[in-house]
Structure formats: structure tokens, C-alpha cells
């Protein structure tokens, strides 16, 4: 189920910023809409008399999105990174299918909703009345929890009502919780918390990234903060962020710039002093919310500002480290870009040294540093463009 928000996200995109496509984009999101019960069933998606539907609009998917690469929105500094991620996460995606192995497809398709929400909640609001019609014929009873469903809602910019499906996953699962609780006569005992910290983080989110209203944030965090029914880690840090957002809610900030000024003053003030490795224990994970946001709207409607380089430094830095909890990361996207579109800006380097760090970390462990060739030839590549 989670594969049809990929092909949201750049169905509602392109529908937005490219009316000569809006036909063509209109039957490719009906085309997907009809896969809906296959990717959500593994034996409806593995079934041998379904493989050519499937694979028709597989590929009719991966045609019209590798065509919209001409679209201005996609080559903007916020949105293409996201984009490349998809047309190649998708390209894969129909190579897999095509060779016949259905269940790691299907898996692609459904490891797809963080992509897309990292690229989502950058859209202006706004798709074309056949859109919404179809969207509002997709029903609770296509998805198999609250979770999956307010998700869906959620990257179809219907925020108000999936913060009602969320606040339903909450609450059905606390019930849960009870009730295995008396079962196994355990008082610390909690059934699937992980869906219950992914809705309040969501909740959260929606509050600070999305549409900026820490007040609202707050309402959340104070409505859960204190019921034991949900794990004592997650409290724990419901009352960080309480803390967090109270600064938010006093702060002359509005969730968008009218100014470099005031860009800039935002950077000193939240970002410039951040010791940018000592940050994943969470604890400016409400800031990297809020700045992810503002820096989003700010870039993509200034593409060409000078801060561009270091906004994407920052934005990388903040990917990386609500990826963790929030979204799938594009951060050495952010960073490779960085180097690639601004060479003799004095953050390339920057972005060159922490790209670096961020391969060697990666693949380092207890046998010592192993760098496959690829990569190895990707930094020299990287390096080359600082040096012409």
C-alpha cells in the first residue's frame, strides 16, 4: 500500500505545475489507483494472472516520470534530489518485476513512502478537481490499519483527517495494550508501540514542518505526555519537545522568510552554532522540524539565492538526522548536489569533507573500513569538480 504514495507525490506534483501533461498524468493516477488491491495483497501482486496489469502500469508509471524530468519544479534545489531518488528507486522497481522476482517488487513499491514524503511535504497545497474526486473514492477499507490509511491522507495533503486516523492508530493501540496487559499480567508490557511514536511524530511534524503551528504541536504533546499506556521512552521524549516547543511558541518566527535578513538571523540563531555531530541523541529535533520547513519554502522559491550552498549543507545535516525518526534521508544527495552546482562556493568543501564522513561511517565496523569501488570513485569524482 505504501507504494501508491510514491506515485502520488509526482502525480500531484506534475499536476500541479504542468497543465499539457495534466491528461496524460490523470490516466497514469487512475492507472495506479486500480493497483491499489495488488500491492496491498502479496498473493493478489505474486498471482500470474494479474502480471500483465501490473506490469503494464508499472511501466506506464516509470515512462511518464522519467519524461517530466523537463518540469522547472523538479529541477529546483528542494525537489531534485526526491525526484532523482524516485525515478531510479522506480526504474529499479520494474527491473525486479520484470525479472520475476513479484516479492522483492512489491517490497520496493511499499519502501517507498518515506521517499516520497521527503519530497511531499515541500508541495504547495492544490491538485485538479479529477484528482480529488478520485482521491475521495480511496476509503479506509483499502488499507489494512488506521496507520497505513492516515498515511496515505497525510501525503495527500488531507492533514485534517488523517490527524483524526492517527489519533485512532493512538488509540486503538493503547486498548491493544491494555488488553495484553491483563493477559500477560505484565504492567510494562506494550503491543506494537512503533506505530503509536510513528503517529505522534507524524502529529508533531504536521504541526512544525508542514504548517507551521507550534501551539497546536504543543496541544499534542500535552494530551499524551502523561498517559502510561504508551512507553516510557516516548514520554520521555514527548517532554523534550514540550520544552522545546514552548521557545517556538513564544519566537517572532511565522514558518516562512520575507527577507535574507531574516534567513540569515535564523541561521545564526538556530543553526550556525550547532555542533553538527552531537546532535543524534535528538535533542534539536524539534529546531531541524522547523528549519527543514523554512528552508524547504525558501529554496524553492529562491533556487538561485547565494545561501543556496549553505542551505543545502544544512538541509542535508537535517535529513540525516530525522531520517532516523521522521523521513528517509536524502542527505548526501543534498550534499553531492551542493558540490556539484556550486564548485567555488567555500560550503562545496564543506559538503565535500562531510559527504566523506558520512561514506567512511557508513561502511566502517568492527572489522575496520571497507569503501566499495563505486563510492571510492564518486568522492574522486566529487573531489575533481572543487579542483577545476
Same mark, same amino acid.
Given at each position: 500500500?505504501k507504494?501508491?504514495f510514491?506515485?502520488l507525490?509526482i502525480s ?8 499539457t ?8 493516477f ?9 500491492i496491498?495483497?502479496e498473493?493478489k501482486?505474486r ?12 511501466h ?12 522547472k ?6 525537489f531534485?534530489p ?9 526504474e ?8 520475476g522476482n513479484?516479492v522483492?517488487a ?6 517507498t513512502?518515506?521517499i516520497?514524503m ?8 492544490g491538485?485538479s478537481?479529477?484528482?480529488k474526486?478520485?482521491l475521495s473514492?480511496v476509503g479506509r477499507s ?9 498515511d ?9 483527517k ?7 492508530e493512538?488509540r486503538?493501540?493503547?486498548?491493544k495494550?491494555?488488553k495484553?496487559?491483563k493477559?500477560?499480567k505484565g ?7 512503533y ?5 505522534l511524530r507524524?502529529?508533531v ?16 504533546v ?7 499506556d504508551i512507553s ?9 519537545w514540550?520544552?522545546d *516547543? =514552548?521557545?517556538w &511558541?513564544?519566537?517572532p518566527? $511565522?514558518g !516562512? #522568510?520575507?527577507? @535574507? ?5 535564523f541561521?545564526d540563531?538556530?543553526l ?5 555531530d ?6 534539536e529535533?524539534i529546531?531541524f ?5 523554512a528552508i ?13 550552498p549553505?542551505l543545502?549543507?544544512w538541509v542535508s ?7 532516523f525518526?521522521?523521513l528517509?534521508s536524502?542527505?548526501s544527495?543534498? *550534499? =553531492?548536489?551542493? &558540490?556539484?552546482n556550486?564548485? $567555488?562556493? !567555500? #560550503?562545496?568543501? @564543506?559538503?565535500l569533507?562531510?559527504?566523506k ?5 557508513g561502511?566502517t ?5 571497507f569503501?566499495?569501488?563505486?563510492e571510492?570513485d564518486?568522492i574522486?569524482r566529487?573531489?575533481s569538480?572543487?579542483?577545476?
Open positions: 500500500m507504494g501508491l510514491l506515485v507525490c500531484m506534483t506534475v499536476l500541479a505545475t504542468a497543465t501533461t495534466k491528461n496524460v498524468m490523470g490516466n497514469v487512475q492507472s495506479f489507483l486500480d493497483l491499489i488491491p495488488y496491498n495483497n498473493m501482486f498471482d500470474s494472472s494479474n502480471e500483465a496489469l501490473i506490469r503494464k502500469n508499472l506506464k508509471l516509470n515512462d511518464a516520470f522519467s519524461n517530466a524530468k523537463h518540469l519544479s523538479f529541477a529546483s534545489p528542494g531534485k526526491s525526484y532523482d531518488v524516485i525515478v531510479e528507486h522506480l529499479h522497481t520494474v527491473e525486479t518485476f520484470d525479472s513479484k522483492f512489491r517490497s520496493r513499491l511499499k519502501a513512502a518515506q516520497c521527503s519530497c511531499h511535504v515541500q508541495l504547495k497545497s491538485a478537481t479529477n484528482i474526486r478520485q473514492k483499502s488499507f489494512n490499519s488506521d496507520y497505513d490509511y492516515a496515505f491522507l497525510y501525503l495527500t495533503r488531507n492533514y485534517g488523517a490527524e483524526v486516523f492517527y489519533r485512532n493512538i486503538n493501540r493503547i486498548l495494550n491494555r495484553l496487559r493477559i500477560q504492567a510494562n508490557t506494550h503491543y506494537l508501540d506505530t503509536i511514536d510513528k503517529s507524524r502529529l511534524t504536521l504541526h512544525t514542518r508542514i504548517n507551521y503551528n507550534p501551539s497546536k504541536a504543543m496541544t499534542v500535552k494530551e499524551y505526555k502523561n498517559n502510561k516510557l521512552k516516548m514520554r520521555e521524549e514527548l517532554e523534550e514540550e520544552e *516547543l =514552548k521557545t &511558541i513564544k519566537n518566527y $511565522k !516562512k #522568510f520575507s527577507s @535574507k535578513k531574516e534567513l540569515n538571523n541561521l540563531k538556530y550556525r552554532k550547532i555542533d553538527v552531537s546532535v543524534a541523541d535528538g535533542s529535533d529546531t522540524l522547523v528549519a527543514s520547513g524547504y519554502r525558501y529554496l524553492n522559491k529562491y533556487p538561485k539565492s547565494e545561501l543556496a549553505e543545502l549543507y545535516i537535517v535529513d540525516k538526522q530525522l531520517s525518526n521522521y528517509y536524502l542527505s544527495l543534498y *550534499l =553531492k548536489q551542493c &558540490i556539484s556550486y564548485p $567555488k562556493s !567555500k #560550503f562545496a568543501r @564543506k559538503c569533507a562531510k559527504y564522513s558520512d561514506i567512511e561511517f561502511y565496523g568492527s572489522g575496520g573500513t569503501i566499495p569501488k563505486d571510492k564518486e574522486t566529487l573531489e569538480l572543487l579542483k577545476k
